[in-house]
């Protein structure tokens, strides 16, 4: 791979390292913010859950832009909105208001800088044969992200206040962009021919493309595993800290846990990414789903302690977005490169209602319970039925979608 492939690569793995970053500190907001302002956790954990929902609802729709117009404005766009998102949240001080700033705008600002811009733009420039590995390598810088941004923004909160802290990551957002720039000017030297699109108007052929992809039983699976990879790494993500400060362990105790699910994240996408690249996608995925179950069963199993909090972490860190590249790696195989911004923001819009349900219910369920047991043994049954729904999938190219992606 040449310089100006590096380059990409490079943009755009630290535009998704920031994004998937900071989102992945909001937890612990949920201590401070609900204490100064008298909220419930599932008011908090409502306007996260909405995030990811409209984070998942309007993906589709930035990755049919950048497919037909480039990744550049989609990308800027979304930094704007994620620096208002942060800067609203420090004057969002009823819940309504709350999922304003901290779900719809930063749900949109999420749609515009991860995975289904950035795999599009990679899945147009780098050869199929470095594609999975490409794929990975972004997904990894993610996870990068989430290890080296935990930490940053606990320590901001312990030394500041939450509502400085909150301002320093808006300024950190802000990077994103002078990095899209870099992007898309280095996207244009791998531009290939233009999409040719039955249909000028975007949501007409977002439909007709959709319609086409769902007549495959094997879209529909991942779409079913998707669902239960959202479900269970942001519920985790989210409700840890609470569930591990609710049975007398520190906040420094959490902030290692997601520090050490981000770092051994960034080994297990780069890991399975060079693994898709072998062997067979969905058999990795069906893996993935099980081995995850089997983590969380086994961490409500043994008693509960620092060392088996940070092993149970380092495993499902192992086990976190281990399935991204893979998944859009299939989606790649099975329906070309054309719409795989779209239809890669279509499967991911499952993976965001499962999110959305993973954090809310995790609230909803916390404060009619008093504890999180029912919400872990979903995500166990869960992490089975994904597991299950995978092994069907094949990796065939799409007959409805042969035509197009021999021209």
Same mark, same amino acid.
């Given at each position: 791979?040449?310089?100006? #492939? ?5 943009? =755009?793995g ?6 998937? =970053? ?14 100064? %302002? ?38 800027? =766009? ?40 950035? %795999? ?9 044969? &470095?594609?999975? $590995? @490409? ?17 940053? /923004? ?6 500041? =206040? ?10 950190c ?12 000017? /280095?996207?244009?030297?791998f ?5 040719? *699109?039955?249909?000028?108007?975007i949501?007409?052929?977002?439909? *007709? ?6 007549t495959?039983?094997?879209? $529909?699976? #991942?779409m ?14 989210? *409700?840890?800290?609470? &569930?591990?400060?609710?049975?007398g ?6 902030s ?6 981000? #770092? ?9 990414? /060079? ?16 081995? $995850? ?6 961490? #409500? ?10 092993? %149970? ?21 099975? %329906? ?14 499952s ?30 049954v869960?992490?089975?039925? @994904? ?21």
């Open positions: 791979m040449d310089r100006s #492939l590096h380059r990409l690569l490079l943009a =755009g630290l535009i998704v390292s920031l994004a998937m =970053g900071i989102r992945h500190g909001f937890g612990f907001f949920m201590p401070p913010m609900t204490s100064a %302002f008298g909220w419930t956790r599932e008011s908090f954990a409502f306007a996260l859950g909405m995030q990811n929902l409209l984070w998942g609802l309007a993906q589709p729709f930035a990755g049919a832009l950048a497919d037909r117009h480039g990744p550049g404005k989609v990308l800027l =766009g979304g930094g704007v909105l994620y620096a208002l998102g942060l800067l609203l949240m420090t004057v969002s001080s009823t819940p309504g208001l709350f999922s304003l700033s901290a779900g719809v705008l930063l749900g949109l600002a999420l749609s515009g800088t991860t995975y289904s811009v950035i %795999f599009g733009v990679l899945g147009r420039s780098v050869p199929t044969a &470095y594609r999975s $590995r @490409a794929m990975g390598l972004t997904a990894a810088a993610g996870s990068f992200g989430q290890f080296a941004m935990v930490p940053i /923004e606990r320590s901001l909160i312990d030394g500041m =206040g939450w509502l400085p802290a909150l301002v320093v990551l808006a300024a957002a802000l990077l994103m962009l002078p990095l899209s720039r870099i992007l898309s000017t /280095e996207a244009k030297r531009a290939t021919e233009p999409v040719a *699109h039955a249909h000028p108007n949501l007409q052929g977002m439909l *007709h493309t959709f319609s086409r992809a769902w495959e039983p094997g879209f $529909r699976l #991942l079913a595993g998707y669902f239960v990879c959202g479900f269970q790494v942001v519920f985790i993500g989210v *409700h840890l800290p609470a &569930y591990l400060r609710d049975h362990l520190g906040g420094n105790v959490a290692m846990a997601l520090a050490l699910i981000g #770092l051994f994240n960034i080994f297990g996408t780069f890991l399975f990414g /060079e693994a898709g690249s072998r062997y067979s996608k969905p058999y990795l995925l069906a893996g993935i789903y099980l081995a $995850r179950s089997i983590a969380i069963g086994a961490f #409500l199993y043994f008693p509960l302690s620092t060392g088996s909090v940070l092993i %149970f972490a380092a495993v499902i860190g192992f086990l976190w977005l281990s399935t991204v590249p893979l998944t859009n790696g299939v989606i790649a195989s099975q %329906f070309g490169v054309q719409h795989l911004g779209m239809l890669s923001g279509a499967v991911f819009f993976h965001q209602v499962g999110s959305f349900l993973g954090v809310w219910l995790g609230g909803k369920l916390y404060d009619l319970n008093g504890n999180y047991n029912v919400v872990w043994g979903i995500a166990i869960l992490g089975i039925l @994904a597991a299950l729904a995978n092994l069907p999938v094949r990796e065939t190219a799409s007959r409805a979608f042969a035509a197009e992606n021999a021209r």
